[in-house]
Structure formats: structure tokens, C-alpha cells
T-cell receptor
């Protein structure tokens, strides 16, 4: 079966750096998304990776290793507003989007 | 306002009743999707549509019906609601150019079935 694993919950301190990991086993790979979802709200797009390497976008960066079936989302200079769930999703060989259960990130002052 | 909107945002119903959740988008996106989100699960695809009059089943279609007579609307109907259908439902859309575009989500419809 297809599977995406993310930690259920993480805690970090305001101003610090946190790395949220995502490992996947899917039938094929056509790209990986990260979405942010604040409590009670809709998911919003953060990043898309299809090639190996690091994509940087302001305080957020996303890394992909296709050979390892692994990605991470790196958040720098954490702010209280970064408290949210972070969803990893992979596009499989049938161009279906497979979602992880999400990582709830708690930021403490 | 432009975007993707869902209604109702909150709904309480009883087992056995029919419920329709509405989804409307103003971008003329080709693809539209219905997901449900439950604690401990990732988003699960119920149905999707590649264009008007074209719909297809997702991972968890049982108990749901969709239609897409117009590009901008994609209603989801629970024909006879069950308690297991208590969930948050998200409608999403994306442009038809390529298969890897980002999804834009509606605000969600929180459904409780008593």
C-alpha cells in the first residue's frame, strides 16, 4: 500500500529552527507538496519539490531526496503564527495526491 | 469575492437525512475535489472532477454522490447520512494545466451527524 509518515506533533521555541520530516512509500513519484493548516482553517500551499535538493522560500525551505523517499520542511526564526499543522502530500504514478496525517507544530514563547 | 467558497460552513443533521454541501469556484479551474478530514487521518479523497460532466471516485466514495453540470460548481450529497460521515469536508480546485499544480481549498464544511 501507499504510505506517508510524519511525526504527529512537535514542539519548538519562538525564534528557533525546526525540521519536520516526511517519509513516503508510494507507487511512483511525480512531486511532493507541503501545506500549512491553521486550526479550523483550510490548508494553504507552502512548497512543491519534484527534483532532489533544497528549495528556499523566505523563512521556509523544503528538501527532497527521491532515492531515500524523504523530504523535510525547515522553518527558521519561528514565530508564534507558525503554530499549525504541516501536511506532506505526494503525487503518485497515477497523478493521485496521497496525504500524510500531518504534523502539529506547537511554538512556545 | 473571487476564490473557492463552501456552504454551509457548519451543519448538524440526523442519521438517515440527505445533506448537500455546496462548492463554488470563480477561477474556472478544470479540476475540483472533495476531501474529508478526520483526526488521525490525512485528507482522504471522496470524489473528483476533471471537467464539467466528468466525475470519478476517490479513495472513500461510498455513501456520497457528486455532480458537475457547470465548471464552477461541484456539490457533494450524502444521500442518507450516517454517524461515520461526521467530519470536516474540504472542497478544492486546481487549474487543468499539467497534473501537478497546487490545490486551492475552500474554508471547509463541518458536518455533524447525530
Amino acid at each position: 500500500g501507499q504510505n506517508i509518515d510524519q511525526p504527529t506533533e512537535m514542539t519548538a521555541t519562538e525564534g528557533a529552527i525546526v525540521q519536520i520530516n516526511c517519509t513516503y512509500q508510494t507507487s511512483g513519484f511525480n512531486g511532493l507538496f507541503w501545506y500549512q493548516q491553521h486550526a479550523g482553517e483550510a490548508p494553504t500551499f507552502l512548497s512543491y519539490n519534484v527534483l532532489d535538493g533544497l528549495e528556499e522560500k523566505g523563512r521556509f525551505s523544503s528538501f527532497l531526496s527521491r532515492s531515500k523517499g524523504y523530504s523535510y520542511l525547515l522553518l527558521k526564526e519561528l514565530q508564534m503564527k507558525d503554530s499549525a499543522s504541516y501536511l506532506c502530500a505526494v503525487i503518485d504514478s497515477n497523478y493521485q495526491l496521497i496525504w500524510g496525517a500531518g504534523t502539529k507544530l506547537i511554538i512556545k514563547p | 469575492d473571487a476564490g473557492i467558497t463552501q456552504s454551509p460552513r457548519y451543519k448538524i443533521t440526523e442519521t438517515g437525512r440527505q445533506v448537500t454541501l455546496m462548492c463554488h469556484q470563480t477561477w474556472s479551474h478544470s479540476y475540483m475535489f472533495w476531501y474529508r478530514q478526520d483526526l488521525g487521518h490525512g485528507l482522504r479523497l471522496i470524489y473528483y472532477s476533471a471537467a464539467a460532466d466528468i466525475t470519478d471516485k476517490g479513495e472513500v466514495p461510498d455513501g456520497y454522490v457528486v455532480s458537475r453540470s457547470k465548471t464552477e460548481n461541484f456539490p457533494l450529497t450524502l444521500e442518507s447520512a450516517t454517524r461515520s460521515q461526521t467530519s470536516v469536508y474540504f472542497c478544492a480546485s486546481r487549474a487543468g494545466t499539467g497534473d501537478t499544480g497546487e490545490l486551492f481549498f475552500g474554508e471547509g464544511s463541518r458536518l455533524t451527524v447525530l
